[in-house]
């Protein structure tokens, strides 16, 4: 109730405590309040220990992270990757410029390659000076490049060869010779270290001290590249976001509270949730990845709503006159319940995880689950805790702001004015509401996954744009493979073997979308055009000397399976899916022809196609399911069929409007938008139960439902604008990371935010009024007492 002099609450749950909600888990938070100092002294030692559990964390920067699962395609790809590790080891140096081919700038170039070469932690190397001259009879082919370069018109003669031999055209060296890519072998102990960033800075270095002057420059990219410019990003945003959404948390809640110590009650109990959540999973082994790096936010988003509703409900006692142990224990009590359900249902949603497909998905929903349990015990425990500690002077503090409290008044009086709206024409409300509803649904219906690699590594960074240079002029950067394993007992350089290599191949070239084809073959036709030599012993004697990291791209150690590699553009999974099933498609006929050997299309490039749009499916699946779900255990948990279908159309809407606003835009859905989608439904979620639960307490016999929500909506709306301002501001910031996935969770997230707020206040409110009405009319004509409860 509110109490007419002072438009303060007056404790309803005094006169008719209900049932609890949470079956009486709240009163946890009352076991730490009976000794603060012992609380406070425990809560030092495990922050203690969780930072130096934030040590132990690491990041995960493999780009396949995220398609890791134990199905056989994928079982098939790590095998892939370990037999023929090259391409995940590549770091692909992108030299162009008008003036590549002139013949000081060629020596340059040169020069490059050789000092590359010396570098630590560089295996071989391969660029256009690799390649050789046709074979003398009885000797091994000469360097197609001379010690000496020749000069004038025969050095013009030389650069046409240069452009037209079959082993770099396409390849090594665009068509219009203006681009030049040279593959570097790392050794695979140094990409999963520290080392790799030690190796590519010198990489750099000596690109860039070699070129200065050329008129060309030099781009880095290639998996490791890739894999340390995601590990720079991620530890850079988790430690400046982290920072600013801090910051921006602290600060509001200072303007608003005006006193230093209720900002520290609302905004450290989160910020330590945060600390002992991110050091747990340090000392379970947990490393840091897209979803992982998201889970600061996602902590916030439930934790923070939590700690404001606590802090508000204990201010407005204090103001009432209550002392700091009374106030806090009855904030505990009437908000402690509808605290411990938004943490069930949260937790609901990462449970839900553990059915995908994929470990990291299944990894996150472990994590998430843990880091709700920490956060909502480490809420329940310590905003009383900090408020029977840093409260002072409450018999000031009450005089002080019971005259002047412009600023929570000003909400309070905002949310009074929209309740009265809401609350006169519920029934016509709702029908919009519907209506609003079922409209974005539909468009959001027609949401198509996206997924494109450049998304998941920072494109402010060269690896993305040597990628993109690289796709316009050498028909692609990322690899795509051709498994082919040789029946038992079968030879390397037995005919049919050498017949499948060659049939294999040349449907690989044949597909268009598909370029820059590699494999055994083309070693063969080099030799039969170049030397007329098509004989095995020829071919064996060439395969033989060819250095050993050279070899393993194509030919496993124990010369039992070989892989045809071709390189696709960067595009989007739904354009390199068709292209993907058709070159599977098309390799029926040789494994027809040939039925002992095993023939499979792997590769990173295929994995994602094939598995990211089925993978993001299912999580949006799940999400949808996850609506009713949840809506059922919050009807369970009230005890209420009112409260169950009130809360579906306002935790729906932030979700399917973001989606609207993600179909307008063209972006589709991608993994970061449904992690974005489950915040904003799990920030909807909050609201709504800490809305119902204070609707529960305010719904007595002896009021009616428009007095009881507007009620309701006065007490817990200011706390519900402001926890929303606060996480906005603080995801906001996300958007000048480096990490396209990144920026579009936190835009994307703080949209949704604000939707679910205003879900909250204009589809929650008409839509439970309307309902207890037709609830009350409905036991009235039974002939039970009017009043339904929330």
Partial sequence: MLDQSSNKPVDVETQRRPLSIALGFERFGLLAMRRPVLTAIVLALACVGAAFGLDRIKVDDSLSQLFRSNTPEFRQYEEVTKRFPSNEYDVLV???????????????????????????GVRGLISLFSARQAPAPGKFPAALFPEELPTGATYDQFIDTVKTNEIIRGKLLSDDGTLALIVLALEPSITQTKGLNATVGEIRKTVAQNLVGTGVTGELSGVPVMQLEIRNAVERDGITYNVAGALAGFLIAIAFFRKISFMMIAALPPMIAILLALGGLGWAGFSLNMFLNVMTPLIMVISFSDSMQLTFAARDRLIAGQDKVTAFRQAVLVVGPACVLTHGTAGISFLALQFSDSALIRSFGEAGLFATVVALLAVLSLVPVFGVLLVRKEEAFAAKFKAADAGVNALR?????????????????????????????????NLQPRYRLADQVPDKRQAVAASDRLDKKLEGANPIDVLIEFPK????????????????????????????????????????????????????????????????????AEQDAVVVSGRVPDLDSSEILPVVEKLDKQMDAVRARHPGYLIAVTGLSAIAARNSASMIEKLNRGLTIEFLLVAMFIGLAFRSFVVMFSSILPGIFPVVLSGTILWALGEGLQFASVVALTVSFGLGLSANIHFLNRLRLENTPDTTAAAAVERATVLVGPALILTTVVLACGLVVTVFSDLPSLRLFGWLSSFAMVAALA??????????????????????????PGSAGA
């Fill in 489 to 556: 007992g079968a030879s390397l350089y037995a005919p049919e073997t050498l017949q499948t290599i060659a049939e294999v191949h040349a449907v690989v070239e044949q597909q268009a979308g598909v370029g820059n084809v590699w494999s055994l073959e083309t070693l063969r036709r080099w030799l039969a055009e170049k030397a007329g030599k098509t004989d095995v012993a020829t071919l064996k004697q060439y395969v033989d000397v060819i250095p050993e990291h050279l070899a393993r791209r194509f030919i496993s």
């Fill in 413 to 445: 009086k905002f949310c009074a004015w929209i309740a009265v709206r809401m609350v006169a024409r519920p029934a016509l409300w709702s029908l919009i509401a519907v209506l609003v509803v079922g409209g974005l649904a539909g468009v959001y219906a």
């Fill in 94 to 120: 992108v030299v162009e410029g008008k003036s590549l081919l002139e013949r000081n700038t060629l020596i340059k170039v040169r020069d490059l390659v050789t000092d590359l070469q010396l570098i630590d």
């Fill in 759 to 784: 879900a909250d206040l204009f589809i929650l409110r008409p839509t439970a009024m309307y309902l207890l009405t037709l609830a009350d009319r409905i036991k009235t004509w039974r002939g039970q």
